[in-house]
């Protein structure tokens, strides 16, 4: 039996690698798939694993899933009420964003955040195309950048196609020795990002349509990449959603982190910040120590209302 970690997932083969030995391809086993019945993926990309290889074929079968430090999830589908397991065992999040070209949206930022924070992952978010933005965009982007360092998030922010060497190098040094998730919305320059920091990995891009400034999927599957400065870098599909799973609506507001801080002042230990009298957290938002953003997003998620900003 040999041990390695899976550094990319094909859904129905994975791909592991042991120490300095080439990859291996690899199927599970049937149990796995009775394990976790609402996960799509038992087995994900960073998964720590133990396999057996059949002599014949010198292909693997993965035999056990060794213990999670943590994993991090999607949605399968808008209809479907499974997960997606994107990866396990990570360091750190990052969050790829836009403020245009193509949008990303407030609440979907805080659903990351918000998810990233229930599985205690570390996380960044990174406003990329900072080129392409107007007057306008670029204060937006002052104030989005001010609320979300102000809640104790880090911030960077590039131009993947056109940075600077000193822009790149914030970037390498948050990379630098951890493993690191990338994700975002298709369109948002995140495997030209990857490219610029890495570039003998040369991932493929794709276009912005020019009708609806968005993106086309260009990465199917989840798949780790060692960096040459040290680290791994775990590469994941265009995402629309994230998914706060096995938690209960009234703990939404502890992956809030401003929110959790005010919510003990308020009037009802149980209080949803809804439409309770002697809320904190509301009287925070009107005091503007909340930012209307975030309590929007709270709101939203909390009434399954941002369903179509996935």
Request: glycine share 6%; net charge neutral.
């Amino acid at each position: 039996m040999k041990e390695g970690v899976v550094i990319k997932s094909t859904g129905s083969w994975y791909n592991v690698k042991t120490d300095d030995e080439p990859p291996v391809s690899c199927k599970i086993k049937g149990r796995f798939r009775l394990d976790e019945l609402k996960s799509t993926n038992p087995v994900a990309v960073g998964d720590r694993v133990a396999y057996s290889i059949d002599p014949a074929t010198g292909t693997g079968v993965i035999e056990e899933i060794k213990e999670r430090q943590n994993f991090i999830v999607r949605r399968a589908s808008n209809l479907s009420k499974q997960t997606q397991i994107l990866a396990a065992n990570i360091d750190q999040a990052i969050v790829v964003a836009t403020i245009n070209y193509p949008v990303t949206t407030p609440v979907f930022i805080d659903r990351f955040l918000a998810t990233a924070e229930a599985y205690d992952i570390p996380t960044t978010i990174i406003f990329n195309k900072v080129d392409r933005y107007d007057h306008f965009h670029k204060d937006q982007l002052q104030e989005i950048v001010e609320m979300y360092e102000m809640i104790g998030y880090k911030v960077l922010t590039t131009s993947a196609k056109h940075d600077d060497d000193e822009s790149l190098e914030k970037v390498k040094v948050l990379l630098k020795d951890k493993v690191s998730l990338v994700a975002g919305h298709s369109g948002v320059g995140k495997s030209t990002l990857i490219n610029r920091v890495e570039p003998s990995l040369n991932l493929k891009t794709g276009r912005i349509s020019d009708r609806h400034h968005t993106g086309r999927h260009t990465t199917t599957f989840a798949e780790m990449h060692p960096l040459s400065f040290g680290g791994y870098i775990i590469d994941t599909p265009g995402i629309r959603g994230f998914g706060l799973f096995n938690i209960e609506k009234e703990e939404l507001g502890h992956y809030f982190r401003e929110i959790f801080k005010a919510a003990p002042s308020c009037r009802y230990y149980n209080c949803t910040h809804l439409h309770e009298p002697g809320c904190a957290v509301k009287e925070a938002v009107e005091r503007g120590e909340i930012a209307s953003s975030r309590y929007n997003s709270y709101v939203s998620i909390f009434l399954n209302r941002d369903e179509k900003y996935r």
